[in-house]
């Protein structure tokens, strides 16, 4: 591997303060386990404000369930500029595989975006097996999910402009 080819540790670690000032961030987010969603989007929407992005750069839409966030997503991509979009929701495990599915869809759903935008689309779904857990990730022991997909969709902003500005 040439030097050339080598990425260094500055390009794919995250080191200083974010900046998403002048980013434009879409959010969908599901309405189904909104006592949890809604607190992913506070996380979310939190770690924005204290990086620097504008008010009116961050579009907020909401989906009845966790299997509509792919369509969401797609809707803000065909329809506005965005430098990444987030998708929050919570799918709890049942008695049957039905989470499985959904799961897998949205994570489908958000690679196939990805790619046909050339934008990242962040995954900031909980897939969980109860209740607790989903508490614990959506700012109980475990953080606040939501922040982290807010962190992870200013750094891949970064990462894309970086080298479309090459």
């Known amino acids: ?24 961030i879409g959010v969908v987010v599901s309405r189904w386990n909104s006592e949890i969603t809604t607190k992913l989007l506070e996380g979310c929407r939190s770690v924005l404000e204290k990086a620097g992005l504008a008010k009116e750069d961050l579009e907020v839409v909401f989906v009845p369930g966790s299997f509509e966030i792919p369509a969401g997503m797609s809707v803000l991509l065909a329809h506005g500029h965005y430098d990444a979009v987030i998708g929050l929701g919570c799918v709890v495990k049942g008695e049957t595989r039905h989470d499985e599915y959904i799961n897998h869809a949205v994570a489908q759903g958000l690679v196939q975006l990805n790619i046909k935008y050339q934008t990242p689309t962040i995954f900031g779904l909980l897939t969980v097996e109860d209740q607790g857990q989903a508490e614990d990730r959506a700012g109980g022991k475990w953080g606040n999910k939501g922040e982290e ?18």
């Open 1 to 24: 591997m040439s030097s050339k080819d080598r990425i260094t540790e500055k390009s794919t670690h995250h080191s200083g303060p974010l900046d998403a000032a002048g980013l434009h």
């Open 149 to 166: 997909a807010a962190e992870t969709a200013i750094q891949m902003a970064r990462l894309y402009q970086r080298f479309k500005t090459q």
